[in-house]
């Protein structure tokens, strides 16, 4: 997660909680919204939608995975074909009241929930992008493992 490689922190940490060794369903979430934001961005929206329900299924009471799910669902639920499913209603809905009050979401994107909710809002929507963790993190958790890995090698 610290090296800002999502893709392989999720695949681990699935894997880890297969195990019940070592999981983190915090970190697992950062990941996960991180490539939600990633695919959104790349206009993958399959792959999208499926990073923002493993994000609000593992933080169902979070803002920005109650916001990311309900805006992508909402959007998706306007293309043509697209089966009608009034879901990303009450999870804007929930963000909404989330939201209220929590100075780490901005007015804007509360703006925009509120729009769709009414339904004036148009336009393929953002998601929340949370700031990326410390890289200078990542290199430090990397020189720990090499410092660690001499550590335990015999010496001849």
Known sequence: YYKRNYLLSADRLIRARDTKVLWSD??????????????????NNAEALKFSKITRQLAPNDPIALFNNGVIEWHLSRQPGAKSDDKWKQTLRTFHEKAAGNINISLDIVFIAQSILNGSYDKRPPVIRPQQPSEAVGKMIDQLAQAAKKASTPTP
């Open 26 to 43: 915090k970190t697992l979430a950062m990941s996960s919204v991180q490539l939600c934001n990633a695919y959104w961005a790349a206009k």
